[in-house]
């Protein structure tokens, strides 16, 4: 096992063109996906039979678990992941009630109020994929902003076993978060609705090039929340950080798919040939060796830097699903990190806790999307609806600015629309002042002025 390996010169930028990053999908993908979703639009329940028994080898007749199924699962779970599935939702929802908005409005002091209203999305589909690994914990980082935002209906969709069953921990996480329906789907398939599954309003959660594809292709129709790609970390880490647990946060990153990601930014080849030895030593253990090596020889950087600054803006260029900082004073250099999705601070803080048990989302941008983008949270769940009441003062201040704008733009109807009501305040302020005259007029008569 070599990752790649760059060593910059002194005040050298480090660039994108030294990225080889894989994308989320493929025109291969691509094309699938849109066979898949159209054969799924024509045929409904059928497609998703027969493509389950294609792409999972399982004949489904009935696609919705039961509830009968999900309490037993609460029984079949061990105790302790059952405990420990607890123990991070009641962190996971502790951090995102934090996260909440309420609706609110502002009146302005000639009368007219602005704000904005906060609405629930009234159901989401919640996407957890299988085939490497099994993720209870991608129920718990979907569904529970959802629950937490107000969301009444909560699908969630996930891909058979091989006896045609689902997780007992993913459907005791299904349980723990608030998940009203569970559907044995997995794959493109699952993107849109059928006669058996009502269509949602959003769409979340991770998948393969083909589930990233299928996203893409049904934006639009149904919200998204984002087209992951393959995970990623860069670890930054100098001489005060340990080479063996440097080396096996790669690794946790990397035995998640043979795609992922794995930066390794530090400051001496020796050290970087300190973490590459730690790593042949952790894989002699790996239950996930093979994954794990292909991820690090195909898809893995070593950068040496000769500074700090270098090193951070190396970071920034990189812009990672998760970075960890693995360096003396890790705090001190939060305000130059631009872009990460997630950062981890110290030796203490293992990506595996944010994924997990922290409470942070750990559905994060990929691909270097965390330039502009953020992780999944209550805010993916809410829709917001701008308030306006105006007042006739607010009228009147706001109008001659409306007529010049519209007039400028070429919209004779918005500006007309502004410009007759301000007419019939003037004309209903002139008639008053006139009446107000005759009234002066006439008390002045009757006392023989």
């Not at 090193?311 to 970075?323: S, T």
């Not at 733009?409 to 302020?429: F, N, T, Y």
Request: aromatic share 6%; proline share 5%.
């Amino acid at each position: 096992m070599t990752m790649r390996r760059i060593d910059l010169q002194p005040l050298e930028p480090f660039t994108s063109d030294f990225i080889d990053r894989t994308g989320a999908f493929n025109p291969g993908a691509l094309e699938a996906a849109t066979a898949i979703i159209e054969q799924v639009r024509q045929e409904g329940d059928g497609a998703l039979r027969a493509l389950t028994q294609k792409f999972d080898g399982v004949a489904i007749e009935n696609f919705r678990v039961p509830p009968e199924a999900i309490d037993a699962a609460m029984a079949e779970v061990d105790p302790d992941t059952l405990e420990a599935l607890r123990h991070a939702a009641a962190q996971i929802r502790d951090f995102h009630e934090r996260q909440k908005q309420q609706s609110w409005f502002f009146a302005r002091e000639d009368g007219a109020i602005v704000g904005s209203k906060v609405t629930p999305l009234e159901s989401v589909g919640i996407y957890v994929p299988g085939g490497r690994a099994l993720y209870p914990s991608t129920v718990l980082m979907n569904a529970l902003p959802a629950q937490v935002a107000g969301v009444e209906r909560i699908v969630c969709v996930t891909p058979p076993t091989k006896d045609g069953t689902l997780d007992a921990a993913i459907l005791a996480a299904c349980k723990i978060a608030g998940v009203t329906e569970i559907y044995t789907v997995g794959g493109a398939q699952a993107a849109y609705g059928t006669e058996t599954i009502r269509p949602v309003a959003k769409i979340t959660g991770p998948g393969n090039a083909f589930v990233a594809a299928a996203k893409k292709l049904v934006s639009g129709d149904v919200g998204i929340d984002m087209i992951a790609g393959p995970s990623e970390v860069c670890v930054v880490a100098d001489e005060t950080a340990d080479p063996r647990l440097v080396a096996i946060d790669l690794m946790a990153q990397a035995e998640h798919d043979p795609l992922a990601a794995c930066y390794l930014v530090t400051f001496s080849d020796a050290y970087a040939d300190a973490v590459e030895a730690a790593i042949q030593v952790h894989l002699a253990d790996s239950t996930r060796a093979d994954i794990t090596r292909t991820s690090l020889d195909d898809h893995g950087l070593i950068v040496v830097c000769t500074s700090m600054d270098q090193a951070l803006e190396a970071v920034n260029v990189i812009a990672p699903e998760h970075l960890e900082m693995h360096v003396e004073g890790a705090m001190e250099y939060l305000g130059a990190i631009r872009n990460a999705g997630a950062i981890f601070l110290g030796a203490w803080t293992p990506e595996a806790v944010g994924d997990y048990v922290a409470g942070p989302n750990h559905t994060l941008p990929t691909g270097g999307t965390a330039r502009y983008s953020s992780p999944l949270s209550v805010d993916d769940f809410v829709k917001k609806s701008s308030i306006i009441q105006y007042s006739p003062a607010a009228l009147k201040n706001d109008a001659r600015a409306v007529v010049q704008i519209a007039t400028h733009e070429g919209l004779w109807a918005h500006a007309r629309s502004v410009a007759l009501r301000l007419k019939a305040l003037l004309d209903a302020e002139q008639a008053s002042v006139a009446g107000s005259a005759a009234a002066g007029v006439e008390d002045g008569e009757a006392r023989g002025e």
